[in-house]
């Protein structure tokens, strides 16, 4: 899709001559996030100073039929950020600002290109949390995590994005600007727009503020790393912790391939590993009493030791437990860094996950694929890496699929889900059918339609090819 | 409406003769809630027996233009529940089973007509813990809870109960039966239809199943009841607590006249208040080990030490917890008890809860209306009644509602909103323009027309009169 030079200019008038980009650089260096290779530039890319020239592009967008994808930091997994359908980037960097912590009722108000990490930070000064922490957190943008609903590592004990957006500032396609709800923790007042628009990965308005609950912050945790002899054991102990009565603030299950690699890729990180260890999980429990924390790993330890594991590693200094949670966080970079790979974002209720990997194992056999799976095994949250290895262009583009959809048949199944935190974005909107109906599609598609009659807002997503 | 007789035995062949009634007693039975002395009754009222009856019933009525209104407990405040355009009413009554407690991921799988109470003690049983408990919780329903979300009294530390619904199993109006989204704590897969559904009102589909999310039980807690001198103090101690590093688990406010009625009401509770006593916080924290708590409440009471308290009365027995909690619980029906009155649902940020407080006092005054005020302060929510008392009718219904529009542009100016857990039903909609712009109610009508093309399922609630 060229652009005309008429639209050129009236969309230059809106942001200024200094925010519209059409060289090649630029639209590659926007075209792409972190989902496998993908590369779609869109046809120019604008960085909009705030609301209103969102409202004013999109106002163009409308009249004239085209795309427009609204782009974060590109760190997504799904493919959310891509401009399939070329047309207009729409940067949100400059949108970029911590409006206001409002330490008395507990808020904060951001824009969405704060990086998640620095908003963490920032309120953590006023010992105030925002415990939301994809593993991306370095670099990812709230506005983003709004956008695909992402969670993370914390997950299990403090919920994910959606458990802490209490109002959001949205353009619609129409230019309109509205807030979705209220600033109250309690609302019952008409439709939840709110949550819908949660998740709803830029299709359905441009997030521009975001208003989020905090919560006081804990000022200790305590963090274990235990290795198990067989991957299947490390799942059942999951949900035996939860059964024991304790609720861990992180519960991740890492595959012996998966460490290694990331020992391989992430300097000073050394984890010895005995011969025979399949997996580890990482455990932590927080809070405000250092006593509690310590009978609450003993119960931990009580709950492992029923399973085949080795020696348990407690990080005794601030230093080595966050070289264990680099180490965690950069699995995923590490598996890419491997080989060409596809990465599915399974998710089924927790004691179901010792089925599931065992079930995916089975898969790869079938179609001859070997995976490296890891997670946020606590929220049963499964991160399912599918190797290229040396496998044959033919077999990765023909067969690997149709193991990838029974893998998904298999989390549906077992009362699960496509993504628990990525969202479906490009890569998993072919596989929709597995989860929904096409009745239930439709609804959405008409939920769609209801915000965005001209099907402006990132095309190309979510929905099934044939459907749209 | 009439019935016709072809229509009815229609409907008579879907649920069969026991479970279909007409007569004048059943129809006034079911055509109040406890919202003021409204009474709607519908033209004929259906007991089905499960999902498959709902749809067919839906089926009919969509072919037909018949309205059709769940039923609940028919406990609720706004008029949810009221047959205002007659039609079908539809009881979910036999829909009244728990299905599953699945210890092993933590879930409930429930029909709607189960009383909270009931729900909340049975998983209880197994030290689990579905912490959402409105103060109707003796009578009220699961399924209306989910569709007015509702709160309660622990919505400050737990949430209200959107925030436990995983998944819902719903009869949408052309007949169709979809789950919503999966059985798990994380989900990115499409458009949250689950949440769209929770606080819905009856007007997007029928809930037939509910799989919540359950928490480990936490086995102690703490109760506090403290007088202040002045009732715009405890509002300001409400946040001050929190900004004491505190998350109660409970955080009541109630005005001396709400407690005043209460003891006359309720047989067997007694607090003694002295005179120049104005208000009540009752404060619970929760957790598992005692001590922790005591000095949790040692922290609370120094917070509340700075504002003009008398002696504060710490619960310590069982008996007495539950007197407490039985007064609080009483409130809403000894003010019923007392006079005709309006109860409006007011929701700010909790800090403004003086500003809202003192707002609403001084448009009583240029009303010339009595208010009593109580509620769960902790999250900004203060149920507010306005007392006919000798009030002209003319007075009350003319002058009155400017007051309450009045309150509600407070309220909003505030950033709040009109209803924080009783939901708009029947009696809130005409002040909905408050909250949204006109093209912001368009969009959830047009939300409401995706599901609902007939406009057959619950009309007359949530959008103002002259919008539908």
Redesign the interface.
């Known amino acids: 899709m060229e652009l005309k030079k008429n639209i050129y200019d009236l969309l230059k008038n809106i942001v200024g001559e200094s925010y519209i980009f059409t060289d090649e650089e630029t639209r590659n260096h926007y075209g792409h996030d972190e989902t496998e290779d993908y590369v779609f530039p869109p046809s120019v890319v604008l960085k909009p100073a705030n609301a209103k020239e969102i409202s004013e592009i999109l106002k163009v967008a409308n009249e004239f039929y085209i795309p427009v994808t609204p782009i974060g930091a590109r760190t997504g997994l799904s493919g959310g950020a891509l401009c399939v359908q070329k047309g207009i980037g729409l940067s949100m960097e400059r949108l970029n600002k911590i409006i206001e912590i409002?330490?008395?009722?507990?808020?904060v108000t951001v824009e969405p290109a704060v990086i998640t990490q620095v908003l963490r930070e920032t309120v953590l000064e006023k010992?105030l949390s925002y415990p939301v922490d994809p593993s991306s957190q370095g670099s990812c943008w709230i506005g983003g995590n709004v956008a695909?609903?992402?969670?993370g590592a914390r997950?299990?004990k403090y919920?994910?994005t959606?458990?802490y957006v209490l109002n959001l500032e949205v353009v619609?396609p129409n230019g309109?600007i509205?807030w979705t709800?209220?600033?109250?923790?309690?609302?019952?007042?008409?439709?939840?727009?709110t949550?819908?628009m949660?998740?709803?990965e830029g299709t359905?308005g441009v997030i521009t503020k975001i208003v989020l609950k905090l919560?006081?912050a804990n000022k200790h945790n305590v963090l274990l790393l235990v290795p198990f002899y067989k991957s299947t054991q490390a799942c059942e102990a999951v949900?035996a912790i939860?059964?024991a009565?304790?609720?861990p603030s992180a519960l991740e299950f890492m595959e012996r391939d998966a460490l290694e690699w990331t020992m391989r890729y992430v300097d000073g990180v050394s984890v010895p590993i005995k011969d025979k260890i399949q997996a580890h999980l990482l455990i932590e429990v927080d809070g405000?009493?250092p006593e509690?924390l310590m009978q609450e790993a003993e119960k931990i330890l009580e709950v492992v030791e029923n399973y085949e594991i080795d020696e348990v590693l407690f990080a005794d200094s601030e230093e080595q437990k966050n070289a264990l949670w680099k180490m965690r966080r950069a699995v995923g970079e590490a598996v890419k860094s491997n080989s060409i790979y596809k990465e599915e974002?399974t998710?089924?209720?927790?004691?179901?996950l010792p089925a599931l990997l065992n079930g995916i194992k089975a898969i790869g056999i079938k179609y001859g694929f070997q995976s490296v799976c890891y997670g946020?095994a606590g929220?049963?949250?499964l991160h399912v890496n599918i190797i290229k290895g040396d496998l044959s262009d033919e077999k990765w583009n023909k067969e690997v699929p149709k193991g990838i959809r029974e893998i998904f048949e298999l989390t549906?199944a077992l009362?699960?889900?496509?993504?628990?935190?990525?969202?479906?974005g490009y890569v998993q909107k072919n596989y929709?059918d597995i989860?929904?109906?096409k009745?239930?599609?439709e609804?959405?598609e008409?939920?769609?339609r209801?915000?965005d009659a001209n099907h402006i807002l990132n095309p190309g997503k979510?929905f099934p090819d044939e459907e749209v």
């Open positions: 409002d330490e008395k009722n507990l808020q010992n695909e609903n992402a969670g997950a299990l919920g994910v959606k458990d619609l309109e509205i709800g209220a600033n109250t923790l309690k609302n019952s007042t008409g439709y939840n727009l949550q819908l949660v998740g709803s359905l919560i006081p949900s939860f059964r009565g304790i609720v405000n009493y509690i974002d998710v089924v209720p927790r004691y179901e946020h929220d049963g949250n549906v009362k699960g889900t496509l993504s628990g935190e990525h969202g479906i929709m989860a929904f109906s009745s239930h599609l609804l959405m008409s939920i769609k209801v915000f979510i």
